[in-house]
């Protein structure tokens, strides 16, 4: 029997416990021998709950334990998450964590750790939620070259966005009700502004490439400025818009970014909508690969972090293949990254329309009736240094957003 220890009794900690007692028959069968959880780490106690029995207040008692091989930290947070767990590797203890912050900053570091002692730190949940990402990179994938990666990789932004595309709301609106739905927190900066995004672009791109991505590098615009107007020029012309967390090697450059980006129905994540996330994967062999599911919640992060610990139990003593190294993967400046945009800019177009081709080259003219008094454009691909150039010298623009394919 393999006992291990859940360091958190929140959302996720709760789910994990749950879906092990759920599913105790299956889980032992998959992992070859039974998995018991002996410890649950918590500030709080849960009087009157069965879980009461194994709460703990004091980490020691989990890392001087010799009978806990695999530890689960689902705390959240970067501290006092990465002292525990690197604590419980060099205890001798595996490690899983769904810590997108944790493994964002310290992924490289616990990795090595784990490596040198024989041991895992595995990490599925921290990405996708339910989705399985991080084993397809690790296992299912290794033959291929991957070329880019671009996920919708926050539900609660993707809500928003969808709300705003098909009931034509404006953005404060659908943050209100994505918080009362529990979707989105009291401060949604982390969701809105794409730093959570930001974080799982990073780690992907790290595994993918193989070495380390430092997620502050990655240039990070959130859907704040994206307003119902912005989806009127989109219904125009077909078209959706949505946050991507991307990565791609272009001529071994790695561009990485993660902002709004106006797509069409032929884009491969076009149709993810709601809270549900979408990663594209693409390789120089086996093409365009898709994951789409629950990229949160209780039971669906809670499964995830479940594989982890049937993973680590059918691995005891032998490290899963990892290929994120420590050495740092430096990221190309953005200004040279090429693509089109679609940029709206204030007054008529009968007065305005023939400078701004002057100024940007070959564009389309973009006109919804019922918008007076602005008209939008989308020009052919060029980067985005010449880009800003031509938006400061034409003047008068009122926003812009990235065109995808």
């Not at 806990?68 to 595996?94: D, H, Q, R, Y």
């Not at 672009?201 to 790290?206: G, Q, R, W």
């Not at 380390?212 to 012309?237: H, M, P, Q, R, W």
Request: glycine content about 8%.
């Amino acid at each position: 029997m393999k006992k291990i220890a859940v360091l958190g009794y929140g959302t996720v900690g709760s789910g994990v416990v749950e879906v092990i007692d759920t599913n105790y028959a299956s889980i032992a069968k998959k992992a070859g021998e039974e998995i018991s959880v002996k410890y649950v780490l918590d500030l709080r106690d849960f009087p009157g709950q069965p879980i009461q029995e194994k709460i703990v207040h004091d980490i020691n008692v989990i890392l001087e334990d010799k009978e806990i091989e695999i530890v689960v930290e689902v705390m959240g947070g970067v501290e006092p998450a990465c002292t525990f767990v690197k604590n419980a590797l060099l205890a001798g203890k595996s490690v899983v964590t769904s810590n997108k912050e944790l493994v964002a900053r310290h992924g490289a570091e616990l990795l090595e750790i784990a490596r040198e002692r024989n041991l895992n730190f595995l990490f599925e949940a921290s990405v996708g939620g339910g989705i399985p990402i991080i084993r397809p990179l690790n296992q299912s994938l290794t033959a291929d070259e991957i070329t880019e990666i671009t996920g919708i990789l926050n539900g609660t932004t993707n809500f928003i966005l969808t709300k705003m595309d098909k009931e034509g709301s404006n953005f404060d609106e659908v943050l209100k009700e994505a918080q009362a739905l529990g979707y989105a927190e009291r401060n949604p900066a982390a969701d809105v502004e794409g730093y959570d995004a930001c974080r799982k672009i990073a780690i992907l791109s790290s595994l993918a490439f193989g070495k380390n991505v430092n997620y502050e590098d990655i240039y990070t615009e959130g859907i704040t400025k994206i307003s119902d107007i912005d989806f009127k020029y989109a219904k125009e012309l077909g078209y959706s818009v949505k946050l991507l967390a991307s990565s791609k090697n272009v001529d071994g450059n790695l561009y990485a970014m993660v902002s709004p980006v106006m797509i069409s129905p032929e884009h491969p994540l076009f149709t993810v909508n709601g809270v549900i996330n979408g990663i594209h994967v693409n390789g120089n062999m086996v093409g365009d690969v898709m994951f789409i599911g629950a990229g949160a919640g209780k039971l669906p992060t809670a499964s995830a972090v479940v594989s982890d610990i049937i993973d680590a139990a059918k691995h005891t003593g032998r490290s899963i293949m990892s290929f994120w190294s420590k050495e740092k993967l430096e990221i190309a400046d953005k200004a040279s990254s090429k693509k089109a945009f679609f940029a709206r800019f204030a007054g008529n177009p009968e007065d305005k329309f023939e400078a701004i081709k002057e100024i940007f080259g070959e564009v389309k003219l973009v006109k919804v009736q019922e918008i007076k008094n602005e008209f939008a454009i989308i020009t052919d691909v060029m980067s985005e240094a010449e880009f800003e150039e031509a938006a400061n010298k034409a003047g008068g623009m009122i926003t812009r957003i990235r065109m995808g394919k």
